[in-house]
């Protein structure tokens, strides 16, 4: 057993199932769909975490491995960029973008579940082989799918962020947005940078960077639906005030 990639994400695992379980706490007080949308990313988060763990302390399991790559590796980028689209645009098309992703994310389920496996391919080319890695998957057109889902989430992501911003410089108002959606976009793409130094050959920078992202990422829940000198009644699970807007 690898006890640093068993621990590190066991860890990302533990801390994204409790801020999931926070986050929905306040999608229960407040309705919110983005909430809702950030919530169901971060409880991805947290698979992948396990999926992880159980690799490093146990190895290799085909089942482990398919949940690992469908909701670690192709889904949750996009699941949390959906919500940054829920914050920020307008329903109908939030809405119509939801139900494009949700039938692509169903067809992504049925190809990974249905693809063929090589465990001996995770330790080829410079990858240690410590670490998951797509390299596993053999049957073609299934890795082909995931840059789509992780292009949506960055664009949504950066893009929500850069709005914010943008809003922000405009009219001087929701600078909670505008700090919250970086934190989120800077916290679901640290994994990407972890996991290219991971195909480089150093073992660990996937897990130390996708624990930082998990942290992050929840930092920018709360302050992107938080507005700025809010008091201790909008902490998470905490209902909305009378007469407050929802965020």
Known sequence: MNILSTLLPFASCCVSFVFAFLVFRRYLARRGPHLLLWGIGM????????????????????????????????LVAAWLGQGTVYLLAKRKWADILMIVLGLA?????????????DPAMMGSS????SELSGRAITSGGVRSLTPFFNLY??????????????????????????????LIAVGALLPAFGGAFSRFGISGALYITELLGAILIFAGFIRAT????????????AATPTGAPKQ
């Not at 938080?226 to 699970?237: D, I, L, R, V």
């Open 105 to 117: 994310s169903v067809y992504g389920a049925f190809r990974v579940f249905g693809a063929q496996l």
């Open 153 to 182: 989430g960055t664009i949504t992501l950066v893009g929500g962020a850069a709005y914010s911003v943008w809003i922000f410089w405009r009219k001087r108002i929701l600078l909670h947005r505008v700090i919250g959606n970086i």
């Open 126 to 129: 410079l990858h240690t082989g």
């Open 43 to 74: 409880t991805m988060y947290g698979i992948g975490g396990f999926c992880e763990a159980y690799y490093g302390a146990f190895g290799w399991n085909p089942l482990v491995f398919r949940l690992w790559y469908l909701f670690g590796a192709m």
């Open 226 to 237: 938080t507005p700025m000198g809010a008091t201790s009644a909008t902490a998470p699970g």
